[in-house]
């Protein structure tokens, strides 16, 4: 049973960039790298294969390693060419002809290690996710190939400045999270900018977990023209409120804590945290992964797991509050104590690569010593042997 996740979000929203950090995560700061330390790779320290899957026509240069390739299908420019439909037209058509071939789909996954993490980065158009049926079917067709997948939705952070806007991203989210009817996780991208694009009228937990909407009422009733849809204001902020499914996570990319600890919340939506680690035994008498395993079995429920995950605190900034001190309140802070935690860091690796190596000339000349003994050892007993055949010969 493959486990996975689709990646969704309008253009720019950062879900190409996000499954690229699912292989490599980057320093905190672009600008300050860590001294004398390679960028890890999230999924290989995790011991966890990853496959990502394009299923984005338009997106020609990948940031990623790719295992499977819409492009290899169709190519989005020749069906621009040959119908002369413009770029929207043109992606319709061509998961359209994606549902029509998910023959080809089928055998390209066949064709992936199994216990592979499978990302599908989707195209940009939200028509796809929110009110075209061709994603939903084909999403369908791979739930019945027993993938376990969830919804991935990210959304840009900079939107919650601005009250329509953040009313616009909650009727998105809605309306994507009833079309796919999947696990869905709702994700605040990029909120290591949000500084950038104003400062929030509330707390960064009030806009996470879309707390009484109606403080916001005022703000979207004097923007310009807004007195005239106060009723319809009202009324889109009640059916958001009426449903109660909205809810977002927070992501920056460039973080590893950030990174990991959205993996753990995608990871319970698609029940992955409940595959039993390696070596572990289920309740019968099956083996749910073999010896020497590196990575989790979907064979049988892991029952430690199961109470483990559902009654645990995710560590890391896991509460909100943690994260709007990090990116928001105390932003300059938390960044100089990152590059001190940096330089700590290479510090340390370069003492103990001269360790190492102080280490490894002390045995060679040990060694050395060692060699050059044993052979004075052995011309004293050829010279003892010479010195007692003259012997021999002066006495005959």
Known sequence: MPFGEIVIGSPGSGKSTYAYGKYQVRPSSPSVPPPCSPRPQLCTALERPIAIVNLDPANEALPYPCAVSISELISLQSVMDQYGLGPNGALIYCMEYLEKNFDWLEERLAELDQAAWVVFDIAGQVELSTNHDSLKRIVERLQKLNYRLAAVHLCDAHYVTDASKYISVLLLSLRTMLQLELPHVNVLS????????????????????????????????????????????????????????????????EDKT?????????????????????????????????????????????????????????????????????????????????????????????????????????????????????????GEQEQKGLEGTRIRDRKA
């Open 258 to 378: 950030s990174m990991l600890r959205l993996l753990r919340v995608v990871d319970k939506a698609t029940g992955y945290v409940f595959a039993p680690p390696p070596g572990a035994h289920s309740s019968s008498s099956e083996t749910t992964a073999a010896p020497g395993s590196q990575h989790r079995s979907p064979a049988a429920a892991n029952t430690d797991a199961l109470f483990t995950s559902a009654f645990s605190v995710m560590p890391g900034l896991g509460d909100v509050r943690d994260v709007q001190e990090r990116w928001v309140d105390a932003r300059e802070e938390w960044d100089e104590w990152e590059r001190e935690q940096w330089a700590k860091e290479g510090e340390a690796v370069a003492r103990g690569k001269a360790e190492r190596e102080m280490r490894e000339k002390k045995e060679r000349e040990k060694e050395k010593a060692s060699t050059a003994a044993g052979a004075g050892g052995e």
């Open 190 to 253: 990029k909120v290591d900018l949000i500084t950038q694009y104003g400062d929030l009228a509330f707390n960064l937990d009030y806009y996470t977990e879309v707390q009484d909407l109606s403080y916001l009422e005022h703000a979207l009733n004097s923007q310009p023209g807004g007195s005239k849809f106060a009723s319809l204001n009202r009324a889109i902020c009640d059916l958001v409120e009426d449903f109660g499914l909205v809810g977002f996570e927070t992501l920056a990319v």
